[in-house]
């Protein structure tokens, strides 16, 4: 069972899914939809018998969409990915880059599924499986999407390591709309396969990756950051735009929002350290004031406030 792969040999943890659990997906999907499109028919048939044949068939093609095309659209969009019969059968749909799916690539899945699954009983889906290397239909094709295997062996999910503390929030200003999905994917391998590199070859990849990354944001990267923080953190700052925007919870502001904090290198803003306890101190006597001459007579010198010691 073949693994994403980049041009560094880094395999990313998901694998794509094949065909027989992706048919049998979609024909539990099916099944559902079926169960839900016949018995909403019926009524609508029985509710409007007193109306024309065009109103009729207009009504069908309108039921046909809502529930068959509609239906599982919808279902995808909120579930980011996992329908009835994909949860059943351990299946996740995901963007080219490992990210969730938005309601663009669910539509356009959808659209192109009701020629190449309902209308060819699946024929052109299951060619178009065969024939892509990562068993992708039509609808994948155009919609920058793959459906993956979610259920994996324990202990062979690597999730990408989190930034340092101090530079949570740094590149929450960052333009990453011009970001490709396949750099995503391939900064998101380089961070959770970073550690089964030669040292040499890991940081020439993420120098390489680093660059990239500063060209598409039009930023260049901090020369005080190594490549690996970098990436890590920016690819941080997405998925929290990304869990913002899918989900709107605040709590996804919380990594977003954390003090900068400058790394501990920099001595120009480092943490003052903590006072120490005060210790109480011998007095200090003040030094012994200049010996005035004596007098021509040789007596005492004049008073100067020092007592000498008996």
């Not at 007193?50 to 969009?77: H, M, N, R, Y």
């Not at 799916?101 to 889906?125: D, P, Y």
């Amino acid at each position: 069972m073949s693994e994403l792969v980049t041009g560094e040999a880094v395999a990313l943890e998901l694998r794509p899914a094949r065909l027989p659990s992706r048919a049998l997906a979609v024909l539990l999907d099916l099944v559902v939809a079926m169960a839900v499109y016949v018995p909403v028919s019926v009524g609508l048939l029985a509710a409007t018998a007193s109306l024309d044949a065009a109103a009729q068939i207009a009504l069908s093609i309108a039921t046909f969409l809502l529930v068959l095309v509609g239906g599982p659209i919808a279902v995808e969009t909120l579930s980011h990915g996992r329908s009835l019969g994909k949860v059943a059968c351990g299946l996740r749909v995901v963007r080219d880059d490992g990210g969730p799916i938005r309601f663009r690539h669910a539509l356009v899945r959808g659209a192109i599924g009701v020629v190449e699954i309902l209308m060819t009983f699946g024929v052109v889906a299951c060619i178009a499986s065969l024939v892509s290397a990562r068993g992708r239909r039509l609808g994948d094709v155009f919609a920058g999407t793959l459906v993956v295997r979610e259920r994996i062996p324990a202990g062979q999910a690597v999730p990408a390591p989190p930034p340092p503390p101090w530079l949570a929030g740094r590149f929450s200003a960052l333009d990453l709309s011009a970001v490709p999905d396949g750099l995503w994917l391939a900064v998101r391998q380089y961070l959770t396969r970073m550690g089964q590199l030669d040292p040499q070859v890991g940081w020439g990849i993420a120098q390489r990756l680093a660059a990239d990354l500063s060209a598409c944001t039009g930023t260049p990267a901090p020369a005080e950051v190594p490549p690996a923080m970098y990436l890590a953190a920016v690819l941080q700052e997405r998925q929290v735009r990304e869990a913002r925007r899918a989900f709107g919870n605040s709590s996804a502001d919380v990594p977003a929002a954390q003090p900068r904090v400058a790394p501990p290198a920099s001595s120009a803003h480092a943490p003052a350290p903590a006072p120490s306890p005060a210790v109480p101190q011998p007095p200090v006597a003040p030094p012994p004031a200049p010996v005035a001459p004596r007098g021509p007579g040789g007596g005492e010198p004049p008073a100067t406030g020092f007592v000498p010691p008996s």
